[in-house]
């Protein structure tokens, strides 16, 4: 009940709406898709990422100023897929998005079937300090910053050499 007041969201060429927000009827001008614009559609759940949170607007940016065109892309702690989407529609090859929360698990499968990226995106229950996997060109995660920092190695260790590592949801403090 809560989400259910959410809107549509820009950052940069991508638009995150919820199911009940048309873009291309929003109000105001900034969020109706232009050329080249990504649209994402996220039905908010207890998953994180609705693009609303500052942390993923700031993977969301970041996500678009790297090349992903035919590179692998690891999302560590999904949510809602959002980045994992976000990414495939940038033109990663491949996505591995891995949660260890059920219900963010089935949000982020609804998610990735709504945007039509069933085909690049592959959502995995694992737990990061455990989650064995081939290194990717790309990696994020957006999580707190204390699993931010008590994975700090193993979110390294994901990276292959010469990749990117985007991490979001540190404290100011």
């Given at each position: 009940?809560?989400?259910?007041?959410?809107?549509?969201?820009?950052?940069?060429?991508?638009?995150?709406?919820?199911?009940?927000?048309?873009?291309?009827?929003?109000?105001?001008?900034?969020?109706?898709?232009?050329?080249?614009?990504?649209?994402?559609?996220?039905?908010?759940?207890?998953?994180?990422g609705t693009g609303h949170h500052e942390t993923t607007r700031l993977?969301?940016?970041?996500?678009?100023?790297?090349?992903?065109?035919?590179?692998?892309?690891?999302?560590?702690?999904?949510?809602?897929?959002?980045?994992?989407?976000?990414?495939?529609?940038?033109?990663?090859?491949?996505?591995?998005?891995?949660?260890?929360d059920p219900e963010a698990l089935r949000n982020a499968r609804e998610?990735?079937?709504?945007?039509?990226?069933?085909?690049?995106?592959?959502?995995?229950?694992?737990?990061?300090?455990?989650?064995?996997?081939?290194?990717?060109?790309?990696?994020?995660?957006?999580?707190?910053?204390?699993?931010?920092?008590?994975?700090?190695?193993?979110?390294?260790?994901?990276?292959?050499?010469?990749?990117?590592?985007?991490?979001?949801?540190?404290?100011?403090?």
């Amino acid at each position: 009940r809560s989400q259910s007041n959410l809107t549509a969201i820009r950052v940069g060429r991508i638009i995150v709406a919820p199911p009940w927000h048309d873009p291309a009827a929003a109000s105001p001008p900034d969020l109706q898709p232009a050329d080249g614009d990504i649209t994402i559609v996220i039905d908010p759940s207890t998953g994180f990422g609705t693009g609303h949170h500052e942390t993923t607007r700031l993977c969301l940016s970041l996500l678009q100023g790297i090349e992903l065109v035919g590179r692998r892309v690891i999302d560590c702690g999904t949510g809602s897929g959002v980045l994992a989407i976000a990414a495939a529609k940038l033109g990663a090859a491949a996505v591995v998005a891995f949660d260890e929360d059920p219900e963010a698990l089935r949000n982020a499968r609804e998610n990735v079937a709504r945007n039509t990226v069933a085909g690049v995106v592959d959502v995995r229950e694992a737990v990061l300090a455990s989650f064995q996997i081939q290194p990717a060109a790309v990696v994020v995660a957006n999580l707190t910053g204390a699993v931010i920092q008590k994975n700090a190695a193993r979110l390294t260790q994901l990276v292959e050499p010469g990749g990117t590592l985007i991490v979001s949801g540190f404290n100011p403090d």
